[in-house]
């Protein structure tokens, strides 16, 4: 039988036990819509601003409440050339069935600087997610955090981001499904992609910003070329707004008496492996006031990321525009859009 002081001894030999180190454990959050990677787009735009930019990457989540970017950056404060692509359409590609005025011309693609390499700048950071509000907390010297509202698509195969705030940026689109940043859709998949698909964006230029919504995308009058598959193009007749004599084609344009106002576009893969894109397009009469067959002014230059939904189907893109004037920054065209048929 145990005394009470051998009792008193046991009990004090516990007490002084060392305490066991605590088990780490990393918080668990739920995934934005439940998608893990999303392709973004985001700008700042102001009007009266000569320092605006634009951003198109992607952001990847992951269950431990971390988050990752990598994106390509485009600034005012550092004008970049327009880039070749190294594709060049044939003249196959007629947008109708015969006429000169039919084919585009097979001039070699353009897009933003930097965007066939790279991307410029990676970021990580810390998320969490409350009802349909997302909030990243991007660990940098400067303080950044986003908001972003969740949208689920219909059928669920796709998640959507709308700009809530943000420190830096004005403007913002994002899309996300389960499926890995290296899927995409080849421009056979793009072409004959059944939905519509609609553009919103916001844009500046001189010194103004304007917003266009639910503008239709005729992405089945593009064509295939027969030497690359990589790329399709359309030739749009006429334009009522674009190309016209007061818009830079005073003896070619829309209103003058050889009444050209067709626009060369120009849709083309930048990448085997990843979601870029770029489409590419000008006033045929801008070149024909040069003397030039390909226009090397100041041509609309559209990066793109290709929204892939969880089965790998194609759903559009987010991109921007990133066409820095061979003149003065306040001639500069940028741009932050979506095209897609989840709006």
């Known amino acids: ?25 990393v918080a668990a959050s739920p995934l934005p819509g439940g998608k893990s990677t999303y392709v973004v787009s985001q700008g700042h735009l102001k009007a009266a601003s000569q320092q605006n930019w634009v951003r198109l990457g992607n952001y990847r989540f992951a269950a431990n409440g971390t988050v990752t ?30 006429g000169k005025q039919s084919r585009p011309r097979a001039c070699e693609v353009l897009t933003a600087g930097g965007f066939t390499g790279s991307p410029d700048e990676s970021r990580t950071g810390t998320y969490t997610v409350a009802g349909n509000v997302l909030t990243i907390r991007w660990k940098i010297a400067q303080a950044w955090t986003e908001q972003w509202y969740v949208r689920p698509s219909p059928d669920g195969r796709l998640a959507r981001l709308d700009l809530k ?41 001189s010194g103004k910003l304007v917003k266009s919504a639910n503008q239709p995308f005729g992405h089945s009058a593009f064509r295939s070329c027969a030497a690359t598959t990589s790329c399709l193009t359309y030739l749009q007749p ?5 190309c016209q004599k007061e818009g830079g084609c ?12 067709s626009i060369q576009y120009y849709l083309t893969m930048i990448s085997k492996t990843d979601r870029r894109d770029t489409l590419w397009h ?7 006031e040069r003397k030039e067959f390909c226009y090397t002014g100041n041509s609309h230059v559209k990066p793109l990321m290709q929204i892939i939904d969880d089965k790998g189907a194609f759903r559009g893109w987010v991109g921007a525009e990133a066409s820095f004037s061979t003149g003065s920054r306040a001639t500069d065209m940028l741009a932050v859009l979506r095209i897609s048929d989840f709006r």
Not at 282 to 288: D, E, K, R, S
């Open 1 to 25: 039988m145990r005394t009470a002081a051998a009792i008193l001894s046991f009990l004090l030999a516990i007490t002084l036990l060392p305490a066991l180190p605590a088990t780490a454990t």
């Open 69 to 98: 970017s990598a994106m390509y950056l485009w600034w005012q404060r550092n004008p970049q050339a327009r880039q070749r692509t190294g594709t060049r359409p044939d003249g196959s590609c007629t947008t109708k069935a015969g």
């Open 165 to 205: 705030q943000s420190t830096l940026a004005t403007h913002g689109y994002g899309y996300g499904s389960n499926a890995a940043f290296g899927t995409r859709r080849a421009m056979s998949s793009v072409k004959a992609f059944p939905g519509s698909l609609r553009q919103d964006l916001t844009s500046w230029a």
């Open 238 to 242: 006429s334009s009522n707004s674009a």
């Open 250 to 261: 005073p003896n070619y344009g829309g209103g003058t008496r050889a009444n050209i106002s």
């Open 282 to 288: 000008w006033c045929t009469c801008l070149a024909m």
